[in-house]
């Protein structure tokens, strides 16, 4: 039997990931590949690759790479540039239509450019919503908003604007 200390290792979230994103009923999960997700960090974030940071979006949009997208943002190794990831996903005119709630959660982040770059994300996705998802969505901001800044209300209040019009009548 293995000592309870080595499993720990597994739980570190410097040394591994254990996520899992995919839409509702996707049968298969995404395979994470820190190696593609640590490249994508880089290419999306890092000065030095400037001039890539184009392609790799329109590759992104190409090749359907929206989940590495989200690995990505996920990432610890992303906490310092996630604002940037999370930009990437607007940028990249990839539907995230999807993972509405993921971008909710991520609009109500403590970091105010990953809270605005989420709400960019969210105004431009297609549809369709689940009206009750929205709606459960509108109450979570509500919430939030009596707990922030007020430099932060103002986007939250454009973001509840937002979602209002995402319910259909």
């Not at 690995?71 to 940028?91: D, F, T, Y």
């Not at 993921?102 to 970091?111: E, K, S, V, Y």
């Not at 919503?129 to 939250?156: G, M, P, Q, S, Y």
Request: aromatic share 8%; net charge negative; with cysteine.
């Amino acid at each position: 039997m293995e000592n309870t200390e080595d499993l720990q290792k597994y739980f570190d979230s410097k040394e591994y990931i254990t996520t899992i994103i995919g839409k509702e009923g996707e049968e298969e999960p995404v395979t994470i590949d820190e190696s593609k997700i640590s490249n994508l960090i880089s290419l999306l974030t890092d000065p030095a690759n400037k001039e890539f940071k184009e392609g790799t979006l329109l590759t992104l949009k190409k090749e359907k790479g929206g989940n590495l997208l989200l690995l990505s943002i996920a990432s610890p190794k992303a906490e310092n540039v996630r604002h940037k990831l999370v930009a990437a996903c607007w940028e990249s005119e990839i539907n995230f239509s999807h993972y509405f709630s993921f971008f909710i959660l991520l609009a109500l982040d403590n970091d105010y450019l990953v809270s605005l770059e989420a709400i960019t994300v969210i105004s431009t996705m297609e549809g369709p919503f689940n009206n009750d998802d929205v709606r459960e969505a509108i109450k979570k901001v509500k919430a939030a908003k009596e707990t922030i800044t007020t430099e932060k209300v103002v986007l939250l209040n454009d973001l509840i604007d937002t979602l209002e019009g995402f319910i259909s009548k």
